[in-house]
């Protein structure tokens, strides 16, 4: 049954806890994660949703210790290279967003080809969040505001709000209909701050490795019993 949702957004949360629970290091949580990307994109076709956001390493992360960055990079570049025909023989289109420019020449390339490869693709757009931050994007957008309005391109007057979405790093998205966190935070650690104003959030215990179709399907399930009024009345 296809779902009228436009667009899910994943913060993937809890590889390292879930590493720990099984005595082993947090790379393996890590490695361990891949199959949730899979069943996420799979629901996604499935259901006839457009957009998947993956929060996949935000730029507080670089923070995190040299060896655990390191092997991240090395593991993107490896889920590109194993799934990019996979990918393309599933219609998928890849896409990211975030500061790509910050990611080391391999995985940066690596993500570049596949983008070129996929982007006629016409099924699921699957958005990968890398040196992503909500702050960072939208200092980024009224940086170029402000060099518009610098080159007298444009006056600080006609500035909207519909302006400034045009002016995040993929304006082409629609905002997200339903965050979903796992893990058991609850809290958007920066992720798409300007795009959530009226977004739902779903937050699980589950943690992602171990977050999979059923416990997705769950999810949307909830969020589908939401009525949504965008400040309004119905």
Not at 1 to 9: E, G, V, W
Not at 56 to 66: D, L, Q, V, Y
Not at 131 to 143: C, L, T
């Amino acid at each position: 049954m296809k779902s009228d949702l436009q667009h899910i957004a994943l913060i993937m949360d809890g590889n390292g806890r879930w590493a720990r629970k099984r005595g082993l290091t947090r790379i393996k949580g890590h490695t361990a994660a891949e199959k949730s990307i899979h069943d996420a994109v799979e629901v996604c076709d499935e259901l006839g949703i457009k957009y998947l956001t993956l929060y996949a390493f935000s730029t507080e992360n670089w923070s995190r210790p040299k060896a655990e960055v390191s092997f991240i990079m090395k593991l993107i570049s490896r889920f590109i290279k194993t799934n990019i025909n996979d990918m393309d023989k599933k219609n998928v289109k890849l896409r990211v967003t975030g500061r790509l420019n910050d990611l080391p020449e391999g995985p940066r390339r690596e993500l570049q080809q596949a983008m070129e490869r996929t982007s006629s693709n016409t099924g699921v757009n699957m958005i990968l969040a890398l040196s992503y931050g909500g702050r960072a994007e939208i200092r980024d957008a009224f940086v170029r505001i402000a060099e518009n309005v610098k080159s007298g391109l444009l006056n600080p007057e006609d500035i909207s709000e519909v302006m400034i979405s045009d002016f995040m790093y993929n304006s082409d998205v629609p905002d997200p209909d339903v965050i979903i966190r796992t893990s058991g935070e609850q809290r958007l650690s920066n992720f798409l701050l300007w795009q959530s104003a009226y977004t739902e959030f779903v937050f699980t215990p589950v943690l992602w490795p171990d977050f999979h179709a059923e416990q997705l399907k769950q999810a949307l399930s909830e969020f589908k019993s939401r009525k949504r009024r965008f400040g309004g009345l119905k």
